[in-house]
């Protein structure tokens, strides 16, 4: 496979992770905003510029930070890269560089979700959003079904590599705004808004019901992180973004003949986390563990792009 070809499908795994992310993320805050027992207010449209690293771009539109101006400029804002509309419109110009390598359901997927926003100008009021960005979920899901259905060759390998590498950085970056950022000065942890919070980050990475599953205890922040951490059960947690990476650089190494630094750095990785437990980590500092994890992420995706050949 041409180097250029592997890199669209892999940037085309990262843009539809990350205009998923977005849209549970402006989902999971409207949804907090409204709870009718304390609303998070402009704390929670706040977290979700920090989460997505868009504070300062929303800083420079001059626009009063309210939830339907936040909410425009992650969906259909499209003078920054992060807003949901960039980030499909990246991905379809990835999809449309690869389309013989894509099946006609998997190009389908990526159309779909671009032209959900086709001369849309505003995503409406809390109702609307929430049907826009549902919409957008739809056909990302379509999109992830459609890849695995695709034959388990390169194209395929590539596409679910960037999307692991994406969605780990995506949950390393949740946990750590909302450990140290979120909770207002003054509310108790474990209080209504802390229970409510730890609820939304679960709705984000659609692990509410897995967390019961995994534990008997009633809602506990310890056991939120343990979960977002270490258990590989979970397709969004960090050691599973993890594993996913490995094997799919294992696999790609074997296809192509190219190994090198990014599947050696992601196997060092992958060893230190399988000793990883939550317990330890948030005694030893949570906010230092999710900067290295963040910062050895972004060193694995220059890695990848150096052992691949990307141009």
Request: proline share 3%; net charge neutral.
């Amino acid at each position: 496979m041409l180097s250029r070809a592997a890199a669209s499908l892999y940037w085309l795994g990262r843009y539809v992770e990350r205009a998923d992310f977005i849209a549970r993320l402006v989902e999971a805050t409207i949804r907090l905003d409204a709870l009718s027992a304390r609303p998070a207010g402009e704390a929670a449209w706040q977290s979700a510029l920090t989460v997505t690293y868009c504070e300062e771009s929303f800083a420079a539109t001059d626009h009063t930070l309210t939830p339907q101006n936040v909410a425009r400029f992650l969906t259909l804002d499209a003078s920054h890269p992060g807003s949901i509309i960039r980030c499909l419109e990246a991905a379809r110009n990835n999809a449309r560089a690869v389309r013989t390598a894509l099946t006609r359901d998997a190009w389908t997927a990526i159309n779909r979700a671009w032209l959900i926003f086709h001369n849309r100008t505003s995503p409406g009021g809390s109702a609307a959003t929430l049907n826009l960005v549902e919409a957008v979920k739809a056909e990302t899901r379509g999109f992830d079904g459609a890849v695995t259905r695709m034959m388990r060759n390169e194209a395929t390998w590539f596409i679910r590599l960037g999307a692991a590498i994406e969605r780990a950085d995506n949950t390393a970056r949740l946990i750590d705004v909302k450990y140290h950022l979120l909770l207002p000065a003054g509310e108790p942890v474990g209080g209504v808004i802390d229970r409510d919070q730890w609820t939304t980050i679960l709705q984000t990475v659609s692990a509410v019901t897995a967390y019961r599953w995994v534990y008997t205890e009633g809602l506990r922040p310890e056991l939120v992180i343990d979960l977002l951490l270490t258990r590989r059960e979970l397709p969004r947690s960090l050691a599973a973004s993890a594993e996913e990476a490995l094997e799919m650089l294992s696999l790609l190494a074997k296809e192509t003949g190219l190994q090198g630094e990014a599947g050696r750095m992601a196997r060092a990785r992958m060893n230190r986390m399988q000793k990883t437990r939550g317990s330890e980590v948030i005694l030893s500092g949570l906010h230092e563990y999710l900067e290295n994890f963040i910062r050895e992420n972004d060193l694995i995706g220059d890695a990848i792009a150096r052992q691949f050949r990307f141009p």
